[in-house]
């Protein structure tokens, strides 16, 4: 099964930035709706931003609204999350996987699939 790779995690002080990328690896992500998802430790995986196929729409999790935005370059195979104003409760490991069943607005990590391994994104105080 085709699995995507998330990458440009990193260590950053509260009110930071950082800008995370997702690829697949042997196949296009043009026609796929391209979610990204966090996971803290001892907390269940939760939905942040999700993106239709062309790039024209896109939804959040209201913890990010403003501060976060989903984009994606289909010629570069690449969808992006930038993160800005971060703060500690942002912390946790991030994946990107997309849309494989429900409709476009799902937030269920199920309606998702190809998972990557995730990069950590840490946030100090």
């Known amino acids: 099964q085709v699995q995507l790779v998330e990458s440009g995690g990193g260590l950053v002080q509260a009110g930071g930035s950082l800008r995370l990328s997702c690829a697949a690896s042997?196949?296009?992500?043009?026609?796929?709706?391209v979610g990204w998802f966090r996971q803290a430790p001892g907390k269940e995986r939760e939905f942040v931003a999700a993106?239709?196929?062309?790039?024209?729409?896109?939804y959040y999790a209201d913890s990010v609204k403003g501060r976060f935005t989903i984009s994606r370059d289909n010629t570069k195979n690449t969808v992006y999350l930038q993160m800005n104003s971060l703060k500690p409760e942002d912390t946790a490991v991030y994946y990107c996987?997309?849309?494989?069943?429900?409709?476009?607005?799902?937030?269920?990590?199920?309606?998702?699939?190809?998972w990557g391994q995730g990069t950590q994104v840490t946030v100090s105080s």
């Open positions: 042997e196949r296009t992500f043009n026609g796929f709706t």
């Open positions: 996987a997309d849309l494989k069943r429900g409709a476009y607005g799902t937030t269920l990590p199920s309606d998702f699939g190809s």
């Open positions: 993106i239709n196929w062309s790039g024209d729409n896109s």
